[in-house]
């Protein structure tokens, strides 16, 4: 069975390559471009893993975490962050909140797959 | 068995060991090792105050009034409780001053004034001599009744024995004798008799032991203790009444004089006043006096009322004078030992109470009496006197024995009409006519010199009449009718009922009446004349002491010219020449100076002269001989206009100092704010390049990946292929974009940026825009509606930048309009009669309220949190805005959330390129 992503980010050019990238490693992808659609794509499609910006609108990437991390259901959903904010106490943060992996951008592309297969427990 | 000259070679001996206690603590004081520096010392000094009337009279006085003999030490005892206050104060003042003598203090307090000196001093001595014969009479007295020892004899009248064979006359020969030498030996009365003090505390303790040995003899020899002698007096009613107040309303009210009285005296007895003020060494040795003193006080009189008692009861026929009965006693039970011991304490009572009288009343006499006069009188002949050190010493031991000599004449003519406090209490009663110049003078700064006199004279003769002239007439001198039916017959007019008071007795009546007089004289007189100009200086010295115990201050109230080579030979002249030369050179080495010549004769030189001399003959004295060589100036109108010219510019002074200290106030608000400005921007800039990092790594994120998709990829399908190499051509040329915007953005914020200004025509640069944007318009379908005003006047800008600004609004109201619908409304027109407007409307999305300020910050893009992200950098609008506020214009948006947005500028008509500060405060 094919594990499922989702991708969190509004920069429409962003999602488009993040989607070819985790298509072509064969993981089924969702997509979402503000904060509240994530958590309902996250509700609706149970995904395995999310890879999630920060500077979203509506609702930003640590609250989506947060909220991810609150509820019981979704304990086995993991999180990778990727932001272009660099800044150590934004990692720290983003750690802390539970994430999973934190990337900068911008990331390299194999680092990215490497990261979530690891993740997944996909060898 | 007592013979004469076992007596008298033993008194020469104690006398001896005094002078020898004196010489010692001259000796120490001259090599710098004072003995009298210590409290304890100072203290048992103080102890002058207790002479032979208190050695002898206070048993009189109990064998009359029982405990009415106590007020006179009650009253020092209260009094030491306020020492702290005001003898501190008077300590201070005279030290600062160099006051020689309390009439010294009085006239220099009143403007230096020499009337008032020699006024204080007549009375002094004319108040002190019944004192001093008092002395002369106890101890003459003892002498006599032990010359017969065993046997009990009381003396003759004093007038009874011939002149000759009155041992009184060789005993005032003697102390005067005793007191040249103990007094005289240096001239300056400043420069503190250490040996004498020391001479003053040794026979303080003698007399205290002596009386002691009395007391205790009596009461634990002759006795079985306080309460075997008491318990036998209460079997006797006469001794029983005497144990108890008597409850009637003149006796409380002699309680209330006496008590007042002695209050007064030990502070102004011109004994006190030397030991207390002039012979202080320091002034914290006080502290220790104001206990122990009080102390002593009552040691000595523990013992009265049992001596008191036993004498009444070992000579109940009244034979034995109760004034004898210390020395009677042990007489009585021939004590030899204890006999002889208590004469030698009654000796140095009187001795410590006549030399240090007479020591103060002498250097009063010369300083204020006689030195005055002389001056005046002979000034001339004394000018050409080289030394007139000399002559002030020969004044003084002149004026030494004319004193015992007029104690001893007041002795043999009044002394019997008194028991020994009687006569005590009129010279209390005198001293106390001080009191409200003193206490006036060092609280009062309205206390004027004529006020003093007249409160001085005034009082002095209420003294006179309802005292001293009844004294007189008791003692045979005066006809006693002036007493009993008044001067001339007037009933009015007797002295010891004065307008009809009766019913006190003459102590406290005379008291009431002289200080009415004198405080009421001067009170009156003082406030009716403003103090001049040395008296108002001389208050300020006084009353605040303790604000400026420098000097200084008062040479500026002193102009006038004077030469070193006058002032010199003049203070050597009352000093000695060698002493003088010391005195300049000392201070002409404070100054830093090699010699006295070379000093400036100025006001403080001047001053410190006056200071010296003062020390020898008195402030009063002492300011004529120095005027004498000093061309003074008398302070006229230009010097009081000086003066208050110096109090303005002090004022004057003081105001600028205010306004420096806002002013830095002020400095300090504004280094505050701009420095929390400076964090602030701090923080922005932090912000920024967060933002700015952040902004570009967005794009760089997609041109990454797709490079790295394509790169692993070769055989990426044509169509993904071309799509994604769209992509990071298009995110190229954003990044492109943007960094340019953050450089100019940069180059404006630093003011590097380029300005090319030239008059430009708004009209042309909206064509201008809307031509470059017309594509926009078109492939949105977007309607466009121009509203341009006639004869809009030209603008000083540069014509690229507002370029920039145009493609700006316009292409943000294309981006926020819907395709199809929108309409935008490009306005130019006339605002008031300074500047040129242009309004962007359009009828998009519109900006809320709360936005409306985000926006013109930099990567502010609202909409972000609305829709899908607009495109643009975020430094649009930021940019323009500083563009148009370069010129002296303003940009602006008007909105309200779902009705389009216009964004309006203006620019200054035909004015200038160079920006408006003010305009720029949104930053």
Not at chain 2, 24 to 32: E, I, V
Not at chain 2, 636 to 662: H, P
Not at chain 2, 885 to 898: P, Q
Request: glycine fraction near 8%; charge should be neutral; aromatic fraction near 8%.
């Amino acid at each position: 069975m094919n594990k499922r992503i989702l991708i969190v980010d509004d920069e429409p050019n962003i999602v488009v390559s993040l989607e070819f990238l985790m298509k072509r490693e064969g993981f089924e992808v969702a997509v979402a471009t503000d904060g509240e659609a994530a958590l309902k794509s996250v509700e609706e499609k149970q995904p395995d893993l999310v890879l999630l910006d920060i500077m979203l609108p509506k609702k930003n990437g640590f609250e989506v975490c947060q909220t991810i991390r609150a509820n019981p259901d979704w304990q086995g959903v993991k999180i990778v962050m990727l932001t272009a904010k660099g800044r150590d106490t934004e990692v720290a943060k983003g750690t802390a909140l539970g994430a999973d992996a934190y990337m900068t951008k911008p990331f390299s592309t194999k680092d990215l797959i490497a990261q979530v297969r690891q993740i997944l427990g996909i060898t | 068995m007592l013979q004469g000259w076992v007596i008298a070679s033993v008194s020469f001996t104690y006398l001896g060991v005094l002078f020898a206690i004196a010489y010692f603590g001259d000796k120490r004081s001259d090599a710098g090792r004072s003995i009298i520096a210590n409290p304890t010392i100072f203290a048992l000094s103080l102890a002058v105050y207790c002479t032979t009337w208190t050695f002898y009279g206070s048993v009189g006085r109990a064998a009359s009034t029982g405990i009415g003999f106590l007020p006179i030490y009650l009253g020092p005892t209260l009094m030491a409780g306020l020492w702290w206050f005001v003898m501190l104060k008077i300590i201070r003042i005279s030290k600062a001053n160099r006051i020689t003598s309390i009439a010294d203090f009085i006239s220099s307090r009143y403007g230096k004034s020499q009337l008032l000196g020699g006024l204080v001093t007549v009375i002094a001595v004319i108040g002190i001599i019944p004192y001093i014969s008092l002395q002369l009479k106890a101890v003459s007295n003892s002498f006599t009744i032990l010359l017969h020892y065993p046997e009990i004899v009381m003396p003759a009248k004093a007038g009874a024995v011939p002149l000759l064979h009155d041992s009184a006359l060789y005993i005032a020969m003697i102390l005067a004798a005793f007191t040249i030498l103990f007094g005289t030996r240096h001239l300056d009365a400043t420069e503190r008799h250490e040996g004498m003090v020391a001479a003053i505390a040794f026979e303080s303790v003698v007399k205290l032991l002596a009386f002691l040995a009395v007391g205790i003899y009596v009461t634990f020899g002759i006795y079985n203790g306080f309460g075997d002698i008491f318990g036998r007096a209460e079997l006797v009613p006469k001794l029983k009444a005497l144990m108890t107040m008597t409850d009637s309303g003149a006796s409380y009210g002699s309680w209330w004089s006496l008590t007042f009285l002695s209050m007064l005296s030990i502070m102004f007895l011109p004994r006190q006043f030397q030991i207390t003020v002039v012979e202080n060494v320091n002034e914290r040795h006080l502290a220790r006096a104001i206990w122990l003193f009080p102390l002593y006080l009552i040691l000595i009189n523990i013992f009265v009322l049992p001596i008191t008692v036993g004498g009444l009861m070992h000579f109940p026929d009244g034979s034995v004078d109760a004034d004898t009965f210390v020395l009677t006693l042990p007489m009585a039970e021939r004590q030899e030992v204890l006999t002889l011991f208590v004469f030698i304490g009654g000796l140095s009572a009187a001795t410590g109470m006549v030399i240090v009288e007479t020591i103060a009343l002498s250097t009063m006499v010369c300083n204020d009496l006689v030195m005055p006069v002389l001056l005046r009188w002979k000034r001339l002949h004394l000018q050409e006197e080289q030394d007139l050190s000399g002559l002030l010493l020969t004044i003084r031991r002149l004026a030494i024995a004319a004193i015992l000599l007029l104690g001893y004449i007041y002795f043999r003519a009044a002394g019997e009409a008194y028991a020994l406090v009687g006569i005590g209490l009129i010279s209390f009663a005198a001293v106390a006519q001080f009191a409200p110049a003193i206490f006036g003078g060092i609280y009062w700064k309205e206390g004027t010199r004529a006020g003093a006199i007249a409160g001085l004279t005034a009082g002095f003769l209420v003294w006179i009449y309802t005292l001293l002239l009844p004294s007189f007439a008791k003692s045979g001198w005066l006809s006693l009718d002036f007493i009993s039916e008044g001067l001339f017959g007037v009933a009015l007019l007797k002295p010891q009922q004065l307008f009809g008071l009766t019913g006190l007795d003459e102590i406290t009546h005379s008291l009431f009446w002289s200080m009415l007089a004198n405080i009421g004289c001067y009170v009156t007189v003082s406030l009716r004349k403003r103090p001049d100009l040395v008296e108002a200086s001389q208050a300020t010295l006084f009353v605040d002491v303790f604000r400026h115990t420098e000097g200084s201050a008062r040479s500026r109230f002193w102009r006038g010219s004077a030469k070193v080579q006058d002032l010199l030979p003049l203070i050597g002249r009352f000093l000695g020449p060698d002493r003088a030369r010391g005195a300049f050179l000392a201070y002409a080495r404070q100054r830093g100076v090699d010699s006295a010549e070379q000093l400036e004769a100025d006001a403080d030189l001047v001053h410190y002269a006056e200071t010296l001399l003062a020390g020898a003959i008195g402030g009063a004295s002492a300011r004529v001989m120095v005027a004498s060589v000093v061309k003074e100036e008398p302070p006229g109108i230009d010097e009081v206009m000086n003066i208050l010219d110096e109090a303005s510019q002090v004022r004057a002074y003081s105001r600028q100092l205010e306004q420096k200290s806002r002013e830095l106030e002020a400095a300090t608000a504004e280094l505050r704010a701009a420095n929390a400005q400076l964090k602030e921007l701090d923080r922005m800039k932090d912000d920024f390049m967060s933002t700015v990092t952040h902004e570009l790594r967005t794009p760089l994120t997609s041109i990454r990946s797709f490079s790295e998709i394509l790169l692993e990829d070769p055989k990426i399908n044509l169509a993904d292929r071309k799509k994604f190499l769209a992509i990071i051509v298009k995110e190229t040329e954003r990044l492109t974009r943007l960094i340019n915007q953050v450089l100019d953005m940069a180059k404006i914020e630093s003011g590097n940026a380029e300005w090319h200004t030239a008059d430009i025509d708004l009209h042309e640069i909206i064509e201008e825009s809307l031509a470059a944007t017309s594509t926009l318009f078109a492939d949105k379908r977007i309607q466009l509606v121009r509203e341009f005003a006639e004869n809009v006047p030209m603008v000083k800008a540069d014509h690229d930048r507002l370029i920039q600004v145009m493609l700006n609004l316009l292409s943000n109201a294309v981006k926020f309009c819907e395709a199809d619908r929108g309409r935008v409304i490009v306005r130019l027109s006339v605002e008031g009669s300074h500047a040129v407007r242009v309004d962007v409307e359009d009828n998009g999305a519109g900006i809320a309220e709360e936005d409306q300020h985000t926006i013109f910050e930099k990567f502010r893009q609202v909409g972000d949190t609305l829709t899908a992200k607009p495109q643009g950098t975020g430094l649009g609008l930021p940019i323009s805005r500083r563009i148009v506020e370069h010129f002296g214009g303003r940009l602006w948006v008007t909105s309200s959330l779902g009705k389009g947005a216009t964004f309006s500028f203006t620019l200054p008509m035909n004015m200038g390129g160079g920006k408006r500060q003010e305009e720029r405060r949104e930053i």
